[in-house]
């Protein structure tokens, strides 16, 4: 059957040229918007940003104030959720994806995973307030301590967690999950059909194939969706804030303040549970102010935030090109 081809009418180019015009006009208003924003930001913060502020505390004083307990902050709450997160998010879509068999539960499932990905963060600022930080009002006012000894330390484990890093970063977990187990799904829907009908075929075992095949095909995509939903973690603020960090910080979560301090387990041990603030609050609190100093506060902090970020990606995108280039061997 021979299949005809007709050259495209004069009509027909005219609207493809107008098309392409409109996609690029777009494509530069963006970066043109995106441009002006970022020259803004730093032309603000042009004279602030120094290492004294990334090394001082907040202050009364704008010409003495710092991010050090946000910046802090910001890195204890976001690797506490890329803990949770992480390995929950691909684990739930393995097995929505592998394992499960097509039902109404798993329908029911997906759809909730689905519609999760699309409710306003406040709505798990509340649920983590509740579920985390006061715990549905079982332990009363009281909180209880509980004791784990960990062998070099004693963890002591408060119940419920309070206004503290760990609440802080379960509930964000709790906000990109749904975001994390569909891009991990659409990752491994991606990975061809014959690739695990091939190694199934070869004796492996189904746990063999998707540990060996599908999930190092599908470990570009997966950790794409991972730098998405890190990315909205780090600049959220209203389920911190209805969770109650602090706007005011002068410490660090567990009085860690130098790289050094890392080496102290007992430190280490006390981080999940202090009080906390972030550089999105940070920034919302210096932004309020009436004082025009702490503006240009509010814009260094932005471009601290933003390198924050960048580095973040970077380090993320350089993973997924070393798991592409391990799987194409180029």
């Known amino acids: 059957m021979s299949v ?54 907040d202050s009364r004083r704008p010409d003495q104030a ?30 929505l994806e592998e394992y499960a068999r097509k039902s109404r ?23 983590g307030l509740t579920a985390f930080v006061r715990m549905f009002g ?47 799904q659409e990752a491994l829907r991606a990975v061809p059909a014959g690739v695990r009908h091939a190694a199934l075929a070869l004796g492996a075992s189904k746990w063999q194939t998707i540990r060996y095949q599908v999930l190092p095909a599908a470990a570009p995509g997966i950790l794409t969706g991972v730098i998405l939903a890190l990315s909205r973690a780090v600049g959220e603020t209203a389920p911190l804030l209805m969770i109650g960090a602090l706007s005011y910080v002068a410490f ?11 080496l102290s387990l007992q430190k280490l041990a006390g981080v999940p549970f202090s009080p906390f603030t972030v550089l999105p609050i940070q920034i919302f609190n210096w ?14 902090a932005i471009v601290v935030l933003l390198v924050f970020l960048l580095l973040m990606n970077a380090a993320a995108i350089y993973l997924r090109y070393r798991f592409r280039r391990r799987l194409t061997g180029r």
Request: glycine fraction near 8%.
């Open 4 to 57: 005809r081809h007709t050259a495209p009418s004069g009509k027909e180019r005219l609207v493809g040229r107008v098309f392409h015009a409109a996609c690029t006009v777009a494509a530069l208003f963006g970066c043109l918007v995106l441009a002006v924003l970022l020259a803004a930001i730093v032309w603000q913060a042009w004279g602030w940003l120094n290492w004294e502020f990334l090394t001082r505390f």
């Open 66 to 95: 710092g991010v050090k307990a946000a910046l802090w902050g910001s890195f204890w709450v976001l690797t506490f959720t890329a803990i949770v997160a992480v390995p929950l998010s691909i684990g739930a879509a393995i097995y």
């Open 105 to 127: 539960l798993t329908t029911f499932l997906q759809l909730n995973v689905n519609n999760l990905a699309g409710v306003p963060s406040i709505v798990f600022g509340i649920l």
């Open 138 to 184: 079982i332990f009363g006012n009281e909180p209880e301590t509980v004791a784990i000894p960990l062998g070099l330390c004693t963890l002591k484990l408060q119940l419920p967690f309070g206004r503290s890093v760990l609440a802080g970063a379960l509930t964000l977990a709790l906000l990109i999950m749904p975001i994390l187990i569909v891009a991990t």
């Open 252 to 262: 660090t979560p567990g009085g860690i303040e130098r790289l050094a301090d890392l």
């Open 287 to 300: 932004a309020l102010r009436p004082q025009r100093e702490y503006h240009h506060l509010a814009a260094a």
